[in-house]
């Protein structure tokens, strides 16, 4: 499985036309008037400074848009069939829709290629622990009866999620914003 950094650094340029000495494992993704580059070796095309992205607008950003056609291109694929992304618990009721209907459709991922994704689907992220979890260890049947509880602790927010079965039960599940101390106060 290739690893995607959860990085994409905005260039004027594409620099797929690097000297074959230079050549990383990287694509340059077009969006909007930018090339962005993504991929396994991305921390050989850091600079000095490096924004991350952490806001509530996330999924609305050149940046994800470019880190999803990134990771579209790698997979060496004209359709997917279904696309499923995750959002944080907190925004999966507000941002659904819009974040489905943005991953439906053609995809631009240079080169003049592109990618079609027939149907996408948002779902809770911590929902997709809790499916690999059952799939990994053979309980995709023996779940339907359970009550389970996921804590995902990630880099922006700290999500909760209680299902019954597969099905989110809304009123118990939530995220909040991580604020480091430091930086934000």
């Not at 099905?167 to 599940?173: G, I």
Request: aromatic residues 4%; proline residues 6%; glycine residues 6%.
């Amino acid at each position: 499985m290739c690893q995607l950094p959860s990085v994409a650094y905005p260039s004027s340029a594409d620099t797929s036309a690097m000297p074959a000495a230079e050549k990383r494992k990287t694509v340059c993704i077009p969006v909007g008037s930018l090339f962005y580059e993504v991929g396994p070796d991305i921390h050989l095309a850091a600079d000095t400074f490096r924004a991350k992205q952490l806001h509530d607008e996330y999924t609305e950003s050149p940046e994800y848009m470019a880190l999803l056609r990134g990771a579209l291109s790698m997979m060496k694929v004209p359709h997917i069939d279904l696309l499923v992304v995750g959002l944080p618990v907190a925004l999966l009721a507000l941002k659904k829709a819009a974040l489905e209907k943005a991953m439906t459709g053609s995809h631009e991922i240079g080169a003049g290629r592109t990618i079609t994704v027939r149907k996408a689907l948002a779902v809770a992220q911590p929902q997709g622990a809790l499916v690999h979890y059952a799939a990994e260890h053979e309980k995709m049947a023996s779940i339907g009866t359970e009550q389970s509880l996921v804590i995902d602790p990630g880099s922006r927010t700290f999500d909760w999620l209680v299902c019954r079965g597969m099905r989110l039960v809304q009123k118990q599940s939530h995220s909040i914003n991580r604020e480091c101390p430091m930086c934000c106060g």
